[in-house]
């Protein structure tokens, strides 16, 4: 069983930045894939960044593509999303969660273990 937990949400003026943390404990494995997503009210949740455990590789939806940089800190068992330039369209509840293996994927469905997730909130 892993845990999750997501923090660092909150309401933020459109142009400003956050920083959302996912720290993980619980029986945790060396390869794996951390995927941060996000929901907006009346949508499905959508795929916005991943970072593999081994290599540290990214992968970016379009949208945050430029704005948005995925981290991690193995020995923190913590992975870390950086949003700057925000906009109205980025506000939304932020989960992560994380698949066992090494292929990255943008469909919730592929992913094994998810965070309660953090509100963010852009103002115009």
């Known amino acids: 069983q892993v845990q999750l937990v997501e923090s660092g949400g909150g309401l933020v003026q459109a142009g400003g930045s956050l920083r959302l943390s996912c720290a993980a404990s619980g029986r945790t494995y060396s390869g794996y894939v951390m995927g941060w997503f996000r929901q907006a009210p009346g949508n499905e949740r959508d795929f916005v960044a991943a970072?593999?455990?081994?290599?540290?590789?990214?992968y970016y939806a379009d949208s945050v593509k430029g704005r948005f940089t995925v981290s991690r800190d193995n020995a923190k068992n913590t992975v870390y999303l950086q949003m700057n330039s925000l906009k109205p369209e980025d506000t939304a509840v932020y989960y992560c969660?994380?698949?066992?293996?090494?292929?990255?994927?943008?469909?919730?469905?592929?992913?094994?273990?998810w965070g309660q997730g953090t509100r963010v909130t852009v103002s115009s």
């Open positions: 969660a994380v698949r066992y293996g090494s292929s990255v994927y943008a469909h919730p469905n592929e992913y094994d273990y």
């Open positions: 970072i593999t455990s081994s290599y540290g590789n990214t």
